[in-house]
């Protein structure tokens, strides 16, 4: 006879949902992320939850006609009207995690990750337990230690604004040039501050393999004509 979830069955899953989701949730948190512990951990609880009840749909609706088999013919149990009704759901709570700035975006890997936790936590909802853990297990491995293992040279817009054009341009040429920083374009303007120019670069460069972007903004701000220095993420 098929019944509904026991007790004991409900509360594993949800445990099982905060121990995984809370592991990619510390990962997010401990690089500052706009989604962190909680938010992964209720995402992924809410979609458990949600899995349950559609479990439980199912398991009365087989109950309801093996009891009463004159309504086997009216009974309907989509599996899969709730489920459908998360993976498309999350959407909005992702989108509140990308932010665009200075036509840069950022969060989506974030919100790519709460998107996964909830198609996780659904896997735990179902007892599908195997797909779960292995899905957690990639996910984890992707988002910890994939950057390591494969360097990407992404290329990167860098806004500096600096005084003195001459010789502090060719300050910036002559770091370019020594760590070997490819530039794709520049952009420049000019503004008027204090009676004094302050001009600004937007440089998109291509920085390789063995140079962080924050040596490149560190190294360049030693100069005391370099008024500011960030990079932003095409």
């Known amino acids: ?19 995984f989701a809370g592991i990619i949730g510390i990962d997010r948190a401990y690089k500052h992320r706009p989604a962190g512990l909680r938010t992964h951990i209720l995402v992924c609880l809410g979609a458990c939850i949600i899995a349950m009840i559609q479990q439980n749909i199912g398991f009365n609706a087989i109950e309801m006609a093996r009891q009463y088999p004159e309504v086997k013919g009216v009974l309907r149990a989509d599996d899969a009207r709730l489920i459908a009704q998360v993976v498309s759901g999350i959407g909005f709570l992702g989108a509140g995690t990308i932010i665009v700035e200075h036509h840069s ?21 179902m007892g599908d337990y195997i797909i779960a853990i292995a899905g957690f297990l990639v996910v984890y491995a992707v988002l910890g230690f994939l950057k390591k293992i494969i360097r990407i040279s992404p290329v990167r817009k860098l806004k500096v604004e600096y005084l003195h054009k001459v010789e ?33 670069n937007v440089y998109s460069i291509d920085f390789g393999k063995n140079l962080d972007y924050v040596d490149i903004v560190e190294g360049l701000s030693m100069n005391s004509n370099i008024i500011k220095v960030e990079t932003i993420n095409v």
């Open 105 to 125: 975006i950022r969060g989506l890997t974030t919100a790519a990750s709460l998107w996964v936790v909830a198609c996780i936590g659904l896997a735990v909802g």
């Open 1 to 19: 006879m098929i019944s509904q979830l026991s007790v004991l069955t409900v509360i594993t899953r949800l445990l099982v949902s905060v121990l």
């Open 168 to 200: 502090t341009k060719k300050f910036i040429d002559d770091y370019f040039k020594k760590n070997d920083i490819t530039v794709e374009g520049v952009r420049f303007s000019v503004y008027k501050r204090d009676d004094e120019k302050v001009y600004t």
